[in-house]
C-alpha cells in the first residue's frame, strides 16, 4: 500500500455525512483498541510465512472484522448507491470486499520485514482518528491513519488516510470509472469486480 496506490486527497470530515447517526460515545482508548487489535492481526498476517493467497484471504476476514464494509462500499459506488436494490447492493458490497481484500492483499509482499505500528487517536468532529506509523524496508516511514466511528453500532474504521490520501475516495474513483465503462449497469460492475484487483 504505497503512496503511488492513492490518487486524489479530500477532507475526511466531508465523508461523515455518509454514516448512519445513533452513534454511541466512542472514546479515542476505543478506538485506538479497535486499531491496535487490527495491527496487530495484519502484522501477524505480514510475519506468517503464508503464501499470497492465503494472506490475501486472511485480510479478506481482518478487513471484514474491523472495518465498515458496507459504509466504505456504498461511498466507493456513490449516488449510484440510491438506485440499487437491497440485492444489487448486497451482492456489490460482498464482491467489494474481495475486490478490495486482492487489490490491497497483493501488496503485502512488500510489508514483508516490515510493520505497521500504532501511536496516538484523537477526536475530530463525530469521530476518531488513529495515527499509525509503516515502516517497509528500504523505505521511509510513512503515516497510514485509520478513521472511526461507531455510527452504524460498534466502533468500525470507515476509511485509512494514507499519506494524507482517502482510501475510500481513491476506490470512489476507480469504482466510478469501472461503472462508467458499464454505462452505469450495477449488475455488470458485480460481476467484473469478483475478477479485478
Same mark, same amino acid.
Given at each position: 500500500?504505497?503512496?503511488?496506490?492513492?490518487?486524489?486527497?479530500?477532507?475526511?470530515?466531508?465523508?461523515?455525512?455518509?454514516?448512519?447517526?445513533?452513534?454511541?460515545?466512542?472514546?479515542?482508548?476505543?478506538?485506538?483498541?479497535?486499531? *491496535?487489535?487490527?495491527?496487530?492481526?495484519?502484522?501477524?498476517?505480514?510475519?506468517?510465512?503464508?503464501?499470497?493467497?492465503?494472506?490475501?484471504?486472511?485480510?479478506?476476514?481482518?478487513?471484514?472484522?474491523?472495518? *465498515?464494509?458496507?459504509?466504505?462500499?456504498?461511498?466507493?459506488?456513490?449516488?449510484?448507491?440510491?438506485?440499487?436494490?437491497?440485492?444489487?447492493?448486497?451482492?456489490?458490497?460482498?464482491?467489494?470486499?474481495?475486490?478490495?481484500?486482492?487489490?490491497?492483499?497483493?501488496?503485502?509482499?512488500?510489508?514483508?520485514?516490515?510493520?505497521?505500528?500504532?501511536? *496516538?487517536?484523537?477526536?475530530? #468532529?463525530?469521530?476518531?482518528?488513529?495515527?499509525?506509523?509503516?515502516?517497509?524496508?528500504?523505505?521511509?516511514?510513512?503515516?497510514?491513519?485509520?478513521?472511526?466511528?461507531?455510527?452504524?453500532?460498534?466502533?468500525?474504521?470507515?476509511?485509512?488516510? +494514507?499519506?494524507?490520501?482517502?482510501?475510500?475516495?481513491?476506490?470512489?474513483?476507480?469504482?466510478?470509472?469501472?461503472?462508467?465503462?458499464?454505462?452505469?449497469? +450495477?449488475?455488470?460492475?458485480?460481476? *467484473?469486480?469478483? #475478477?479485478?484487483?
Amino acid at each position: 500500500m504505497k503512496r503511488r496506490e492513492f490518487l486524489g486527497a479530500v477532507s475526511a470530515s466531508a465523508l461523515v455525512a455518509l454514516l448512519p447517526s445513533g452513534a454511541f460515545a466512542l472514546t479515542d482508548a476505543q478506538a485506538k483498541s479497535l486499531v *491496535d487489535k487490527a495491527v496487530a492481526d495484519i502484522n501477524k498476517v505480514i510475519s506468517s510465512g503464508k503464501s499470497l493467497n492465503s494472506m490475501i484471504r486472511d485480510f479478506e476476514r481482518i478487513f471484514v472484522k474491523y472495518a *465498515d464494509v458496507p459504509v466504505i462500499a456504498r461511498s466507493a459506488l456513490g449516488a449510484d448507491a440510491r438506485r440499487a436494490s437491497s440485492a444489487q447492493l448486497s451482492a456489490y458490497t460482498k464482491a467489494f470486499q474481495s475486490y478490495i481484500a486482492r487489490k490491497y492483499g497483493k501488496r503485502f509482499e512488500e510489508f514483508v520485514g516490515g510493520h505497521i505500528e500504532v501511536k *496516538d487517536a484523537r477526536k475530530v #468532529k463525530s469521530f476518531h482518528e488513529v495515527q499509525s506509523i509503516a515502516t517497509l524496508r528500504g523505505e521511509a516511514p510513512f503515516s497510514v491513519n485509520f478513521l472511526v466511528s461507531d455510527k452504524s453500532g460498534k466502533p468500525r474504521f470507515f476509511d485509512m488516510i +494514507i499519506e494524507g490520501i482517502s482510501l475510500r475516495l481513491s476506490e470512489k474513483e476507480e469504482i466510478g470509472a469501472m461503472l462508467d465503462k458499464r454505462k452505469g449497469n +450495477i449488475d455488470l460492475l458485480t460481476q *467484473d469486480l469478483k #475478477k479485478a484487483g
